[in-house]
């Protein structure tokens, strides 16, 4: 496995995480501002995702589909 697949791996299993931490806070009712910016962290980690499939696979929705 390489590193840029490795940090892919990694960076998959914090959108994950930060998936179940906002469900969380929002179950809990935690202050707003705490869910904003679980949600933030989350849009940035999502960004990158794409941004790094892009990279790997180009703009062609079919390529993109199967590494998905």
Not at 40 to 58: A, F, K, P, T
Request: with cysteine; aromatic share 4%; net charge positive.
């Amino acid at each position: 496995m390489t590193m840029a697949e490795r940090l892919f791996t990694i960076l998959h299993q914090e959108r994950q995480r930060l998936e179940s931490a906002i469900a969380k806070a929002e179950a809990e009712k935690a202050h707003p501002s705490e869910v904003k910016r679980l949600k933030v962290l989350h849009r940035v980690v999502n960004e990158q995702i794409c941004s790094w499939m892009r990279d790997l696979y180009g703009n062609d929705p079919q390529r993109l589909m199967q590494a998905a």
